[in-house]
């Protein structure tokens, strides 16, 4: 199975999310599951992680006096990220930022 996890308030020294974010996809991917997750950050980065992961960091917009924080708010591009990878489940780690994320990738699904 292809699991994509996507996350925002995720950085490289942060503390619940990265861990919930790590602790799952170690377990997927032990499972023997395709894992593929998405944060914001401040470049494009794709690459396989330590524990067998495709890792990719998206531009993501600075959150204001959050200590680094970064939130993905251009969904055009994660929603053709996560189509064309073409998953079988998609976890999406916050709902308040990120709810509008089912609807695109349905749209971007069907232009397939």
């Given at each position: ?6 996350a925002n308030?995720?950085?490289d020294?942060?503390?619940g999310?990265r861990t919930a974010?790590?602790?799952?996809g170690?377990?997927?991917v032990?499972a023997?599951?395709e894992?593929m997750?998405i944060?914001p950050?401040a470049r494009?980065?794709m690459?396989r ?12 917009t600075?959150l204001?006096?959050?200590g680094?924080?970064r939130?993905?708010v ?11 990878w073409?998953?079988d489940v998609?976890e999406v ?8 994320l089912?609807?695109?990738l349905r ?6």
């Amino acid at each position: 199975m292809r699991i994509v996890q996507v996350a925002n308030f995720v950085h490289d020294t942060s503390g619940g999310v990265r861990t919930a974010l790590n602790a799952l996809g170690s377990l997927y991917v032990d499972a023997g599951h395709e894992v593929m997750t998405i944060r914001p950050g401040a470049r494009h980065l794709m690459q396989r992680d330590g524990i067998g992961r495709v890792a990719v960091v998206l531009p993501g917009t600075t959150l204001p006096a959050s200590g680094g924080y970064r939130l993905l708010v251009r969904r055009v591009p994660l929603a053709a990220i996560i189509a064309s990878w073409r998953p079988d489940v998609v976890e999406v780690g916050d709902k308040t930022t990120l709810g509008c994320l089912p609807g695109r990738l349905r749209a971007a699904l069907a232009r397939d």
